[in-house]
């Protein structure tokens, strides 16, 4: 099993930062991927971008070239650098975790708020 916690959400002002963290704990070895999704409102859960294990990195195109995934060599932390937010960035945050038979995991969400 694998525990996440997301943290950092907070209100930004449109053009403005933030940056998300999220902790993982438990059977850590078993990670494969990790990433990043988001739920605004009235709308579908929609992924943002995934960091594999090698640390490899891929974007949804809305997000792309102003959100940035990384993440630390023991895989017990991912990152998400958002910058020049948009209205339209406003979300709730969820951190996921592939492992290497197929599961998902998923923290409870933090909520970004972009708006002036």
């Known amino acids: 099993q694998v525990q996440l916690v997301e943290s950092g959400g907070d209100l930004a002002q449109p053009g403005g930062s933030l940056k998300l963290s999220c902790a993982a704990s438990?059977?850590?070895?078993?990670?494969?991927?990790l990433g990043w999704y988001r739920q605004a409102p009235g709308n579908q859960r929609e992924w943002v971008a995934t960091?594999?294990?090698?640390?490899?990195?891929n974007y949804a195109d809305s997000v792309k070239d102003r959100f940035t995934i990384s993440k630390n060599n023991a895989k017990d932390a991912v990152f998400l650098q958002m910058n020049s937010l948009r209205p339209e960035d406003t979300a709730v945050y969820y951190c996921?975790?592939?492992?290497?038979?197929?599961?998902?995991?998923w923290g409870q969400g933090t909520q970004v708020t972009v708006s002036s």
């Open positions: 996921t975790a592939g492992d290497i038979v197929g599961r998902d995991y």
């Open positions: 438990g059977n850590l070895f078993i990670i494969t991927t």
């Open positions: 960091i594999s294990s090698r640390g490899a990195t």
